[in-house]
T-cell receptor, first 118, second 113 residues
Framework: SAVISQKPSRDICQRGTSLTIQCQVDSQVTMMFWYRQQPGQSLTLIATANQGSEATYESGFVIDKFPISRPNLTFSTLTVSNMSPEDSSIYLC???????????????FGEGSRLTVL | QQQVKQSPQSLIVQKGGISIINCAYENTAFDYFPWYQQFPGKGPALLIAIRPDVSEKKEGRFTISFNKSAKQFSLHIMDSQPGDSATYFCAASIRGGSYIPTFGRGTSLIVHP
């Protein structure tokens, strides 16, 4: 299994500011993802965090709004830029675990970062 | 276009009853079907998963039934307990690809004592 630590666990931010969320995994993983979960809603993939290169964004999400870094196999950050109340959501880091060179297919999630924008 | 349709959106069951959540998919390339359980304030966690070469998988009180021809799969929770109260997400992915799953909309399950 994988243990994923996310910081901050929650924050209240002012409109127009930016917040960076950190994700630390206790083992090397092949793939890291960032999801958004709005209250009572499903999980929406924002992007795949690629080690050492630009993240791969899903339709509707852009790098200027959600810049992502992944400097190594165990760490990634997601920044929510120029926030508005519509960005109030839970942001989740997730990983696919590598086992003996193959992917297990199981997604592990962090506990999420609950963001409220006023 | 939603590729994995999940129902019902919410479910209320009495303790000891059977909870049933259904999902249907469209993409026949999907070959891995996990269910995730999410408690309030926590991230989702894998509960049970099935591959299309079997029609049923059971782990304790949780069973996945899979119907490949109908492109449907369901989660059955036997002897439902108040501790099972959570949101359940079905998902589907392609193992030979990126493993990025397509999630259903989720089902909020409440089990009354």
């Amino acid at each position: 299994s994988a243990v994923i630590s996310q910081k901050p666990s929650r924050d209240i931010c002012q409109r127009g500011t930016s917040l960076t969320i950190q994700c630390q995994v206790d083992s090397q993983v092949t793939m890291m993802f960032w999801y958004r979960q709005q209250p009572g809603q499903s999980l929406t993939l924002i992007a795949t965090a690629n080690q050492g290169s630009e993240a791969t964004y899903e339709s509707g999400f852009v790098i200027d709004k959600f810049p992502i870094s992944r400097p190594n196999l165990t760490f990634s950050t997601l920044t929510v830029s120029n926030m508005s109340p519509e960005d109030s959501s839970i942001y989740l880091c997730s990983v696919v675990l590598r086992t003996s060179g193959t992917n297990t297919g199981e997604l592990f999630f962090g506990e999420g970062s609950r963001l409220t924008v006023l | 276009q939603q590729q994995v349709k999940q129902s019902p959106q919410s479910l209320i069951v009495q303790k000891g009853g059977i909870s049933i959540i259904n999902c249907a998919y469209e993409n026949t390339a999907f070959d891995y079907f996990p269910w995730y359980q999410q408690f309030p304030g926590k991230g989702p966690a894998l509960l049970i998963a099935i591959r299309p070469d079997v029609s049923e998988k059971k782990e304790g009180r949780f069973t996945i039934s899979f119907n490949k021809s109908a492109k449907q799969f369901s989660l059955h929770i036997m002897d439902s307990q108040p501790g099972d109260s959570a949101t359940y997400f079905c998902a589907a992915s392609i193992r030979g690809g990126s493993y990025i799953p397509t999630f259903g909309r989720g089902t909020s399950l409440i089990v009354h004592p």
